[in-house]
DNA sequence: ATTAATACTCGGAATGATTCTCACTTTAGA
DNA sequence: TCTAAAGTGAGAATCATTCCGAGTATTAAT
């Protein structure tokens, strides 16, 4: 699964570039709409394949969104995240990531822990002052 | 969202019951097996909407398992989740939950922070003793 | 108990994100 | 340059989940 013979590629380079680009986490189609600006005939497979590939090479996560779609980060460095119930949207979070909950989580057990995720969640400050009723509990 | 008129429903009620008999956090198929011994004419229809309004009355909680399917915790303490990368299994942790994530995440914020989730990855204790050479970076 | 209103069920079709297939193209090393 | 292997585009296939329409069950009021 690592061990692989990967040859360059001007698409999966660009998509690269274009995840570090943006703070978004934007979604696969997202990136496939701005790539396919440069390369017309971008096929939304090769988007797909290829953040498959950088997933592989360790150089992006997948960031699981609810069971419609999955967002992409390409920053590697351990963080947390803050996600929208009402629109979506997916924010860094400024906290220190305590790393005390892997070592917790694997104190006398025979698992091998190799990371954790902590997601906030609730309503970003612009659905937060329009939403002036919170609505129930949905995760 | 939440002030719907509902009936009563064996289906929904055995379903309740069937996730809250099991530690196995479920997926939407293997409750539907489970319950069609039961309701030999179930429609997976009627397991996934039915999950729905449990998830609206606050029963049950949705755990997004990557991208592929979700399952289902009825236990609706706050509580951590570890999810092994190989055989996909979920486990409870016994760590206690750390409240003081949700207020730093909304502090200074225009947030409002109703709820927040940690998830530890790995490999479970039997893939942990087979698989001698864990795999890399897969999240 | 009957009835009316409406939530619920089933089955199957529709949706939508993701993955796969395959013929052709590009890359990288000899 | 030549060749093997990885990459690409187009579209089909997959698969979890949602939607729809016609008939059924539940509830509250008569």
């Given at each position: ?11 999966r ?9 943006t ?14 600006i440069?390369f017309?005939?971008?096929?939304l ?51 220190d990531?305590?790393?005390g ?21 609730g309503?970003?400050?612009?659905c937060?002052?329009?939403?002036s009723?919170?609505i129930?509990?949905?995760?």
């Amino acid at each position: 699964m690592a061990e692989q013979n990967y040859k360059r590629s001007r698409q999966r380079e660009r998509l690269l570039e274009l995840l570090r680009s943006t703070k978004e986490h934007p979604t696969a189609s997202w990136l496939y709409d701005r790539l396919k600006i440069e390369f017309p005939a971008l096929s939304l497979g090769t988007v797909y394949r290829n953040l498959g590939v950088l997933r592989d090479q360790g150089l992006l996560r997948v960031l699981a969104a609810g069971s419609t779609f999955d967002r992409f980060d390409a920053d590697m460095r351990t963080h947390y995240h803050f996600m929208c119930e009402r629109c979506g949207a997916v924010e860094d979070l400024a906290l220190d990531p305590d790393l005390g909950i892997e070592q917790r989580a694997a104190q006398c057990s025979g698992r091998i822990v190799t990371g954790h995720r902590v997601e906030v969640f609730g309503f970003c400050e612009a659905c937060a002052s329009k939403e002036s009723r919170p609505i129930g509990p949905s995760q």
